[in-house]
T-cell receptor, first 115, second 115 residues
């Protein structure tokens, strides 16, 4: 596609339920990032995929959070047993390999509200 | 651990003024630095990307400079317009060690340009 696509754009769920957020990166982009942005806050790094290398999971806040990526394509961020503090906008970004330009492009985000 | 700081946190100016936004980072081992714009409720839009070997980049009324050795970047906006009102974020892409490729963001500068 022309840009990074995220779905759903909005998700309201009840505390304790599991949610899946999807990210379709720009075609050919080998790097993919997930960030979280709470209301009025900055961007918080969650996880980074680069090609076939092991992902950098150092930003995942707890074991309720996990992410997968199929090759150099779609990524899914899963939050299990959601809590109210998980409410945030989850942003996905992709880029070409760093030895190319490395310019990062963001999707519009998935807004998660946990009641 | 890389830390990125943006000053000022907020800025309000009349239309037509030239202005400077500042970004500083603690670890000079960076691959590149990118400036973004974020409008309320939206994702991030890339404005300028400066590779570590470059000193500056220009796009229209925007000019970004990079002094890697001192850990500083500035974003200069000429002849500001009300449409420039947004949050401006800088982010550095780390070049070394286990954080290779990781992008660290500043907290942003909220810019308001009033007519």
């Amino acid at each position: 596609g022309a840009g990074v696509s995220q779905s759903p754009s909005n998700k309201v769920t009840e505390k304790g339920k599991d949610v899946e957020l999807r990210c379709d990166p720009i075609s050919g982009h080998t790097a993919l990032y997930w960030y979280r942005q709470r209301l009025g806050q900055g961007l918080e790094f969650l996880i980074y995929f680069q090609g076939n290398s092991a992902p950098d999971k150092s930003g995942l806040p707890s074991d309720r959070f996990s992410a997968e990526r199929t090759g150099e394509s779609v990524s899914t961020l899963t939050i299990q047993r959601t809590q109210q503090e998980d409410s945030a906008v989850y942003l996905c970004a992709s880029s070409l390999a760093l030895w190319n330009t490395g310019e990062l492009f963001f999707g519009e985000g998935s807004r998660l509200t946990v009641l | 651990k890389q830390e990125v700081t943006q000053i000022p946190a907020a800025l309000s100016v009349p239309e037509g003024e030239n202005l400077v936004l500042n970004c500083s980072f603690t670890d000079s081992a960076i691959y590149n630095l990118q400036w973004f714009r974020q409008d309320p409720g939206k994702g991030l839009t890339s404005l300028l990307l400066i590779q570590s070997s470059q000193r500056e980049q220009t796009s229209g009324r925007l000019n970004a400079s990079l002094d890697k050795s001192s850990g500083r970047s500035t974003l200069y906006i000429a002849a500001s317009q009300p449409g420039d009102s947004a949050t401006y974020l800088c982010a550095v892409r780390e070049a070394g060690g286990t954080s290779y490729g990781k992008l660290t963001f500043g907290q942003g500068t909220i810019l308001t340009v009033h007519p």
